[in-house]
């Protein structure tokens, strides 16, 4: 069983905290509890808090700050609720009157390990979870998928051609409507699989890039209406960063590139990319904030990977395991009132009353 951290290094809020002492510049999350990324092995952060906790409140204050501790910080916000906005963004909203879209077929360029044909295995796997495709119609994807490639002028033996515009999902469905009148009876199964998902018509639009704002938000909150799109949404962008900031190479020092923000985590809890961005994203400048309001909607992977933990106020129910998963003693955890937080970074502990988002904007 998981032991608590030590009382002697868990400091409470108010008094000075010797760690702190030694840091110059940060972010300060409440009291004398001051964040520095740089500090750290990681820059990841894992944060839980049950509905009135100051969850979003703690997300916003710390994207809100990023920019002043790196003034060359992108941030990009995947807002399943609409509430992460914040001052001299884009925000683009996704819903079907939206002009904005998202194209999980874009190619990752890198030779080592991109290219249609594994892009076409990748998008067939997160059409797998998210839609609960079988092994039959997950196999018929990645041909459909491939085909589309290969209209578009696009080889897997050929990289130069990786550049050329990549299909939509209007070529998809023309690809598997053409089917369906050949005959192809998986393919008639596969269409009514995926008939919500090209209703919608969120990835034909055009993708506006991700990286020509400092500030970007994709406002997902429409898409929850239509199982498995938010999740396809979120893996196709998460995937793009993950592809593009490894294309750009290791960093040299350890300020990040980028940070992501996820609030309500679950949505990608079992996605393969975020592992590897929580896994191997720091050597690229890339890192994650994730957040949730229930324990079990966040992964092992993403405790285990992340340097930093936020444990706000959480449903009775789940102090207990919050506090092994956390390690943090139980009765820490059970009294933590509102914009109460309990954070972990590296090895030690501490104990503050959050400044929130709403406070930083005065």
Known sequence: MAKPLPPQILQPGGKKNPASSTIKTGIVLGDNVVWNP?????????????SGSGKTQTLKALAYELPKLFPDIHILSIDFHGDLELPNETCYPLNMESPYGINPLVLDLDTKGGGPALQAIAVAAVFKKALLLGANQEGLVINILNSCYTVKGIAQDNPT????????????????????????????????KLAATFQYGIFDKPQPPLDESPIIRFDLSALGKVPGLAAIAAES??????????IMGEISD???????????????????????????????????????????EISDEAIANSSTKVVLAVDQTEVSRVAKRFRFAENLVSQLQPLEALVRMGTEGHRCKVKPYYERVK
């Not at 299909?167 to 009148?181: G, K, L």
């Not at 990040?256 to 996605?271: A, L, N």
């Open 237 to 246: 962008l998460i995937k793009q960063l993950m592809d593009s900031h490894r």
């Open 254 to 296: 350890k300020i990040p590139r980028t940070f992501v923000f996820v609030d309500e985590c679950k949505e990608i809890k079992q996605s393969r990319t975020i592992k590897i961005l929580l896994a191997d994203g720091r050597k690229y400048g890339l890192s994650a904030v994730l957040a949730s309001q229930r324990d079990a």
């Open 161 to 192: 051609s990786w550049e050329k515009e990549p299909p939509t999902f209007a070529d998809v469905r023309e690809e598997i409507e053409s089917r369906i009148e050949d005959g192809c009876k998986e393919s008639q199964k596969l269409m009514l």
């Open 38 to 50: 740089t500090s750290l092995p990681n820059a990841h952060v894992v944060l839980i808090g049950a």
